[in-house]
Every structure is written in C-alpha cells, then in structure tokens.
C-alpha cells in the first residue's frame, strides 16, 4: 500500500515538522474476518505546522482503502442523545430543501423530517447503511459536490463530517460555493484538542487526521465566506455551529494554534500503558474494551496482546471476528457474566461511563474497571 505524504499545513500550506511516530498502527479501525497477514499498517507520525502550529498526520490512507469496509453499526445512547441535540439545533435555524452530507444511519434525518419546516432531506454518503420509505428523505450513494448536486439547498449539515476531510480548508469552502447567499451550513464537529488533553485515544488517527480546536473550524469556516450565527457546546468534546453564506469577508482570531495539547497526550500514555502493565496479572479473568482504535492505540502503545482474554465489543456485528491489526477476538461482555471478578480495560472516550454502568448493572457488578 502506497500512503499519501502531507506535506504541507492544512491550514496555511507551510511545512510541517514531525514530533511523535507510532510505529506500523492499523489502517482499519473495525474488525475483520482475514487472517492477520492480510493487515495493512503504517506509521502514525505527529507532526506540527512550523508557522501556525496546527497538529496533524504525515501519513494518510487513500480513502477507497481506509473506507473499504464500514465500521460504524451500534448507535448507543450518547449517539442518539446526540442526533436529537443536534437535529434540534438544526430545526432552530433551516428550513425548507436540506442536504445532509454523511449520515448513513438516517438517524438525522428521520428525526428532521417530522418537522413541517423541513421539504426535502437529500442525504449524500458513499455507504448508506440504512432504508427509508419516507418521502422527505432522498438518498444518494455518492460524493456532494458540484457535479452531483441538483437543486442548490436552504441548508447543508453534516455531523461529525469535517474532521475526516483531507483538506478541511478547501472543501468546506467547495460546499460553501454551492450555497446561496445567506444559505446555511450547520455542523456537528468534535473538539479534537479537548479530547486529546483528555486522554481520548478516538481523538486523532487515521480518519480524522488533524487537530481541529475551536479556533481553527472557526478559521476554516471564515475561509469559506461562512459567517457563525450560534456556537452552542453539546459537551466538552463537541460542538454545534450554525453559519450563513455571506459575501463579504468573515473577521476572525488567526493567532497561532496552542499545540501544547499534543505533548501533553504523549506524556499521558506513556506514563498510563506503564501504569496499566503494572496492574495485568491475570490474562484469564482481564479484557480490554472496544473492538475499536480505543483498543487499537493502547496495544501499539504497549500494552501486550498476551494480556487479555479477548476484546468485549457490545456491537453483534463485531462479535467473533478479530480486531483488525491484532489477533485478538472480539466477544459480548456479557461472557464477564460467569467470571469471578473480571478486571476491563476501559478507556473509551466520551462513551466510557456508559459502557461502565452497563456491565456493572446489567452483566457482572463485580467487574474491576482500570480508567
């Protein structure tokens, strides 16, 4: 496999400096039923733009390899919690034909189209993973662009889209152009700096490439003629920004980035994948959660394969297959049932304590937990 070299800030094209490699990391974050030989990996390098010090990854998988394979089936509680927030946040502020960009599950878009101030939802995606028989909802296989749309929309939304573009900057602004003026585009973004300085390993990896803050979405959208209407914060890692289309130039803070955040992440897991070794005693009665990168980026990182029974994944689709770049299988926690004390690996993210109070209230209250 050849890999995509970045060379160049994805913000202001100045070069950019390697600070941290981790070495042959899985270019696949699901699961797999191939054998392990068939795993493609490469190095996941850190790197720093020497002028405005935005973070991101050197190298990147040609998209058609590193979305050959859908990943994305369970949506748990979070998720849903989510998709209503944010398709309340949209129905604040469009109206009338809207163009969802992503959006396989339909989950959106089936929550906006109860609304009458929505006509139609065309949801864009290249691995729609779900049917509807609504006549609101058109689906199309396939890019967004100007050569795939038909009707300029009121409104473009896409949630949790714009850290998986390759050049943010530039296709932002390529959607903005097929808006008219005053049209909308209303996003869900995650706040990949926040969850880095929190220890996520879901942060950054290759599919979303690069460190996006507050600060530069609100650069990138200013880029695009993209005035913000509201910011309004779902959490701590994630946030809702409505911008109308303007003609005008867009003022806004293009200080330098605060890159600290990325040293820090580095610090942190060295210091918890020793802290973690030190705890496993047990590979019988141990698991580590999430047939995911969660699980991926702590075992590259050091923790050892040798160590765990198996990975617990609550996703069926997953169950049985092998967590891709390890030879590691995925089971349901509810095999903690029958083990006296299991101990997990939980390290989740922002889905941490749900996946926590499941098992201790629905399968095992005496699963030992390591956070």
């Avoid at 808006?179 to 990896?205: C, H, Q, R, W, Y």
């Avoid at 979303?208 to 803050?213: C, E, S």
């Avoid at 867009?250 to 705890?279: C, G, K, P, Q, W």
Wanted: hydrophobic share 35%; proline share 3%; with cysteine.
């Amino acid at each position: 496999m050849k890999v995509i070299k970045r060379e160049n800030c994805i913000y202001c094209n100045s070069p950019i400096k390697h600070v941290h490699t981790i070495k042959d990391f899985p270019i696949s974050m699901g699961t797999t039923t191939t054998k392990q030989t068939c795993d493609l990996s490469t190095d996941m390098i850190f790197a720093k733009c020497e002028n405005c010090s935005c973070v991101q990854l050197v190298n990147l998988i040609p998209l058609e390899i590193l979305y050959k394979d859908s990943h994305a089936h369970s949506v748990g509680p979070t998720w849903q919690k989510h998709h209503k927030s944010f398709s309340e946040f949209v129905l604040k502020h469009a109206e009338g034909n809207i163009v969802e960009v992503g959006g396989a599950h339909l989950i959106l878009a089936h929550h906006l189209e109860k609304s009458k101030k929505i006509e139609k939802i065309t949801v864009y995606d290249t691995n729609i993973i779900s049917t509807t028989d609504s006549h609101k909802i058109i689906l199309r296989e396939e890019f967004f662009n100007h050569k795939t749309i038909t009707t300029k929309p009121d409104a473009i939304i896409h949630s949790h889209v714009i850290e998986h573009l390759y050049n943010p900057k530039e296709e932002i602004k390529d959607m903005s152009n097929l808006l008219e003026e005053n049209g909308l585009m209303i996003i869900s973004a995650p706040v990949i700096d926040k969850m880095m300085k929190d220890g996520f390993t879901n942060a950054m990896n290759f599919e979303h490439t690069y460190g996006l803050t507050k600060k530069l979405l609100r650069k990138i959208l200013a880029n695009a003629n993209l005035e913000i209407i509201e910011e309004k914060d779902f959490n701590e890692h994630c946030v809702f920004v409505s911008a109308k289309k303007v003609t005008s130039p867009v003022e806004f803070d293009d200080s330098n980035e605060d890159a600290s955040y990325l040293d820090m992440f580095i610090d942190y897991h060295n210091t918890e994948v020793s802290r973690i070794n030190s705890l496993l005693k047990n590979p019988e009665k141990t698991f580590i959660f999430g047939a995911h990168v969660f699980s991926q980026f702590l075992l590259k990182y050091g923790l050892n394969e040798v160590d765990f029974s198996c990975v617990l994944d609550n996703d069926s689709k997953k169950q049985s297959q092998r967590l891709y770049g390890t030879n590691l299988t995925v089971k349901s926690p509810k095999i903690l049932k029958n083990i006296d004390s299991p101990v997990v690996i939980l390290k989740a993210g922002q889905y941490t304590e749900e996946i926590k109070q499941d098992i201790i209230n629905n399968i095992n209250s005496n699963t030992r937990f390591i956070l």
